[in-house]
């Protein structure tokens, strides 16, 4: 079986003891791509060092709106020059979170929208990240033109419509192991419907490990249990959903297609 882990935090202190180990292990088991997300405010440098040492590994960087309130007069310089790095496959993760609010929600969307320009600007897709936020994410990309940058929903938690928007739009819907979680039926049944050739797989490791491992650190090699969901949603085999989701991913960041 091949996989593809599409968005990782490997650069954070959660795997300072064993960071090796863990890519070892993922990779052992079939792990063929592999992005890890790096945040201007915090890993981004650490995040394109990781992506440097591993041919496998590639990197996104963007400022996480959690963050947002740290936005200054130097984050955009950073983001572009990052941005020329070989390596980096889109801006993200970027966003709105009104779960948490660690961020004003007014400066979250500025910044959101900062960023959505700068990717354009820059000929990058973006890497979304949006919780409890739906309307004011797709008014946004909507009013910034976010499908002239293309990119991902990652970590899907939206409902029907937001799934809608996204495919009619063409940007790629990831999910990760929220959906084999007990409650998670709606997700799945939005999942079902998402066209196999939009369709990405990931961990949001250290975060969000799939069932029956939830509360425990995650890891890469764990999105084999995501692909496995997704395969039985959408009535294939985990061999074809790895592969499909694998092909998705190459095909989804233009750096990767003329690699
Ligand atoms: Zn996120
Ligand atoms: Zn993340």
Not at 9 to 26: G, K, N
Not at 42 to 67: C, N, Q, S, T, V
Not at 196 to 219: I, Q, Y
Not at 231 to 239: K, R, S, V
Request: net charge negative; with cysteine.
């Amino acid at each position: 079986m091949i996989f593809t882990d599409s968005h990782a935090h490997l650069t954070l202190p959660a795997f300072d003891a064993d960071r090796e180990e863990v890519i070892h292990r993922a990779r052992e088991a079939g792990l063929r791509h592999l992005c890890t997300v790096g945040s201007l405010s915090r890993d981004a440098d650490a995040a394109r060092a990781l992506a440097e040492k591993h041919g496998f590994i590639r990197f996104i960087a963007g400022l996480h709106p959690h963050d947002a309130k740290l936005w200054d007069e130097s984050t955009l310089p950073r983001l572009e020059t990052l941005a020329s790095h070989p390596r980096l496959l889109a801006v993200g993760e970027i966003g709105l979170d009104y779960h948490y609010d660690f961020s004003p929600r007014e400066r979250q969307r500025e910044v959101f929208r900062e960023q959505i320009g700068a990717a354009r600007r820059l000929g990058l897709p973006v890497v979304i990240h949006t919780r409890e936020a739906h309307e004011d994410t797709l008014r946004i990309l909507d009013e910034e033109k976010g499908e002239e940058a293309g990119g991902v929903f990652h970590c899907f938690s939206g409902n029907a419509e937001m799934a809608r928007y996204a495919v009619e739009r063409g940007y790629r819907i990831s999910f990760s192991g929220s959906v084999t979680f007990k409650n998670a039926g709606d997700l799945r049944e939005i999942a079902a419907r998402v066209p196999p050739a939009l369709l990405l797989t990931e961990t949001d490791a250290p975060f969000l490990s799939p069932h029956p491992h939830r509360g425990r650190r995650n890891e890469p090699l764990r999105v084999m249990e995501v692909v496995t969901k997704l395969a039985e949603i959408q009535g294939t085999t985990p061999d074809a959903m790895g592969e499909q989701t694998t092909r998705n991913f190459e095909a989804a960041f233009p750096r990767l297609r003329s690699a």
